[in-house]
């Protein structure tokens, strides 16, 4: 825990307010308690800001007047919340063998693996060998975890669920801040990953945890081999998901969604209940409820945008050639 004061002094920020308030952790600002710190980096989240219950926002000086709690002021917010956020990261505790106090309710647990401090195993699990199981886990009941997995911290997993070897679940998440001189600085991610029942993991997919909130995959979600899911994607209930899927961070899928193999879902896209993506697809727009294909050439992007435009009208441009050819033989 961080009196505010000290979190000005961690990001060179301007403070307004309590510099002896204490801040027990971060948190998104539409989700943001008492006692808790977030960021608003733009005046479309104003209304969050207006709304919001966080004991401090960082934010730049132009959105001050909208606010009305203690506040941190940066040129850079998002550079600011990044090098903020690795203060209130847990670390990792490694070690070898199986914790004193996890808490292992099954037998058939290989001798090479790893298992954390405050752990929990249910009924029926199996656990191959060489896996590693970081502190704060909670895996349910009649769960499978193959060879050569690694549960990072927090993770929750619930029953029956199957983790093939590989799996790599609550690795960090893709995000950095740029400076002005060019440099990148990594965000630590504070989310967890939650798992819900009924669920298979193909071999070498990796699930990232969340960067603020957690990243869900719900009931009955099915995940072939090499898949990755990013920062805070939620996948509905029951949605299937081919090999080589790539989710972009914060994509959110509705229930009984299918993806076919090698597609890309672009960061912050939503897809529908029932909405179905051909293989080798790219999503990179909202989808209502249907089926979808879409892939193109690559080329430079200002070519591309004008292509695109042009491929989206070749059926109307078809059409009116059509009529064109009609008339035409008709003699007008």
Known sequence: MYTLGDIAGFIDAELIGDASLE???????????????????????????????????????????????????????????????????????????????????????????TIGEEVIVG????????????QGVTIGDNVTIQPNVVILQNTTIGNNVVISAGVVIASEGFGNALDKQGHWHAIAHLGNVLIGNNITIGANTVIDRGTLEDTQIHNGVCLDNLVHIAHNVILGADTAIAAGVTIGGSAILGKRCQIGGGSVIASHMHLADDTVVTGSSTVDKHLNKGHYTGFTSISLHSNWKRTQMWLLKLDKIAQYLNIKLKNLKKGK
């Open 23 to 113: 801040i027990n952790g971060l948190s998104a600002s539409s989700k943001v308690k008492k006692g808790q710190l977030t960021y608003i980096s733009n005046s479309k989240y104003k209304l969050d800001l207006l709304n919001s219950n966080a004991s401090a926002v960082i934010l730049t000086k132009d959105l001050l007047d909208d606010c009305s709690t203690n506040a941190l002021v940066v040129d850079n917010v998002y550079l600011a919340f990044a090098k903020i956020t690795h203060y209130f990261k847990q670390q990792s505790n490694h070690l070898n063998g199986i914790h004193l106090s996890a808490q292992i309710n099954s037998k058939n647990i290989a001798d090479s693996c």
């Open 123 to 134: 009924k029926n699990c199996t656990i191959g060998a060489n896996t590693t199981i970081e």
